[in-house]
Nanobody, 118 residues
Framework: VQVMESGGGLVQAGESLRLSCEISGISINAAGWYRQPPEKERELVATIDRASRTNYLDSVKGRFTISRDDAKNTVYLQMNSLKPEDTAVYYC???????????????WGQGTQVTVSS
């Protein structure tokens, strides 16, 4: 199983980025994007289940959109109106839901760096 994130970069506040995550070797059940800001704990940013129902971290609601393309086994994270506090390494995972809780099963590759300047 391979998880490959891409699409990060350096942008100014207010701009947009679209992250992509290709998961090969398995069919995606649920998926989630995490991020780890500098010197902070990793946090779950967004999840999407098999029916494409989504959930978001409160601080990104209305700005980020997670989506999936099952034909390409790819998950996306569209990030709009970026803020300096969104600066982090973003990681993609494939996983599953047990009840309302998301559990990652694959991922924790190198991630992709997103840097937002003010």
């Amino acid at each position: 199983v391979q998880v490959m994130e891409s699409g990060g970069g350096l942008v100014q506040a207010g701009e947009s980025l679209r992250l992509s995550c290709e998961i090969s070797g398995i069919s995606i059940n649920a998926a989630g994007w995490y991020r780890q800001p500098p010197e902070k704990e990793r946090e779950l940013v967004a999840t999407i289940d098999r029916a494409s129902r989504t959930n978001y971290l409160d601080s990104v609601k209305g700005r980020f959109t997670i989506s999936r393309d099952d034909a390409k086994n790819t998950v996306y994270l569209q990030m709009n109106s970026l803020k300096p506090e969104d600066t982090a390494v973003y990681y993609c995972t494939g996983g599953s839901f047990i009840g309302i809780h998301y559990y990652p099963n694959v991922g924790w590759g190198q991630g992709t760096q997103v840097t937002v300047s003010s």
